[in-house]
T-cell receptor
Framework: DGGITQSPKYLFRKEGQNVTLSCEQN?????MYWYRQDPGQGLRLIYY???????QKGDIAEGYSVSREKKESFPLTVTSAQKNPTAFYLC??????????????FGPGTRLTVT | AQKVTQAQTEISVVEKEDVTLDCVYETRDTTYYLFWYKQPPSGELVFLIR??????QNEISGRYSWNFQKSTSSFNFTITASQVVDSAVYFC?????????????FGTGTRLQVTL
């Protein structure tokens, strides 16, 4: 079955450490996204990528970095520069190219706790 | 700038009641798309509907219906005869089409609790 995989589901880190969250999709989608969700808030866009080897900052990119070396993969690194990294992180992907925004498909999320 | 407002933070209903979730949006674009997503306790967002700004017809899908009113910038979602399985957080989102992909602005969500 096609879908988006995020691993691990729960992640614990000590303050000051970088951590990388995995996101893999087998939907053959060109565009991929990373969102952050905090309690009582909507999803906020961190980074997005429309095509391999290209990505753009979203609304809250500070303290995060990404890479897009393969179409299927869009890992997110939460660096020590991110002041409040504890959150629920969601990866999404979507089809592109028709001029009409398609629905985004979401992974199950990774809950990151930094202490 | 685009903005989506879901003023209802949390709604509690008893099973079989009808419930309406409100969504109000702001945009300067003449062409835009609106979405509703459901986030069950598992965390993964599930797509429910997409509506473009030129199509103001209401839509019904089973127990779900959507009312799009451009004049009031609203895209409300009604669940008829609610069930316990409808308990989730529901997000309304607005699409800014950029390049060849979509960029979504989400509301803060409405948590729906359906009890027996």
């Amino acid at each position: 079955d096609g879908g988006i995989t995020q691993s691990p589901k729960y992640l614990f880190r000590k303050e000051g450490q970088n951590v990388t969250l995995s996101c893999e999709q087998n939907l053959n989608h060109d565009a991929m996204y990373w969102y952050r969700q905090d309690p009582g808030q909507g999803l906020r866009l961190i980074y997005y990528s429309q095509i391999v080897n290209d990505f753009q900052k979203g609304d809250i990119a500070e303290g995060y970095s990404v890479s897009r070396e393969k179409k299927e993969s869009f890992p997110l690194t939460v660096t020590s520069a991110q002041k409040n990294p504890t959150a629920f992180y969601l990866c999404a992907s979507t089809k592109t190219g028709t001029g009409v925004p398609h629905e985004q498909y979401f992974g199950p999320g990774t809950r990151l706790t930094v202490t | 700038a685009q903005k989506v407002t879901q003023a209802q933070t949390e709604i509690s209903v008893v099973e079989k009641e009808d419930v309406t979730l409100d969504c109000v949006y702001e945009t300067r674009d003449t062409t835009y798309y609106l979405f509703w997503y459901k986030q069950p306790p598992s965390g993964e967002l599930v797509f429910l509907i997409r509506r473009n700004s030129f199509d103001e017809q209401n839509e019904i899908s089973g127990r779900y219906s959507w009312n799009f009113q451009k004049s009031t910038s609203s895209f409300n979602f009604t669940i008829t005869a609610s069930q316990v399985v409808d308990s989730a957080v529901y997000f309304c989102a607005l699409s800014e089409a950029f390049g060849t992909a979509s960029k979504l602005t989400f509301g803060t969500g409405t948590r729906l609790q359906v009890t027996l």
